[in-house]
């Protein structure tokens, strides 16, 4: 069984240019990247449709790929945040967190 991706670039510039033509220079630089990352997704929402930090969102039923669990513990390091405060910037459970880092060992 074949699962294919779905294409976000493609998805979020049909939304720019039908509904927010004023905010496509914000996600120019996101847009131009060769392939999209989970991390590249949300920031798109954010900036999109205006999701603010402290807006509570149900990520109960979020996904996110290796990749982007990756670059979510290599942030904690370059900012040398404690797993709350990383947990509070990217609206994740501590006990996420932890399992991710006790998983990929790091």
């Known amino acids: 069984m074949n699962k294919s991706k779905p294409n976000y670039k493609r998805i979020y510039s049909?939304?720019?240019q039908?509904?927010?033509p004023e905010k496509i220079e914000k996600c120019e630089r996101i847009l131009n990247k060769a392939e999209l990352t989970s991390i590249d997704v949300i920031?798109?929402?954010k900036i999109i449709f205006n999701i603010q930090e402290d807006t509570k969102v149900n990520r109960r039923h979020s996904f996110y790929d290796k990749?982007?669990?990756f670059e979510i513990l290599k942030y904690q390091k370059k900012n040398q945040c404690t797993n709350t405060a990383l947990s509070k910037h990217f609206h994740l459970s501590r006990n996420?967190?932890?399992k991710w880092k006790r998983l990929f060992s790091i």
């Open 67 to 69: 990749n982007a669990v």
């Open 14 to 16: 049909e939304i720019l």
């Open 18 to 20: 039908e509904k927010h």
């Open 96 to 98: 996420t967190i932890t």
């Open 43 to 45: 920031r798109l929402n």
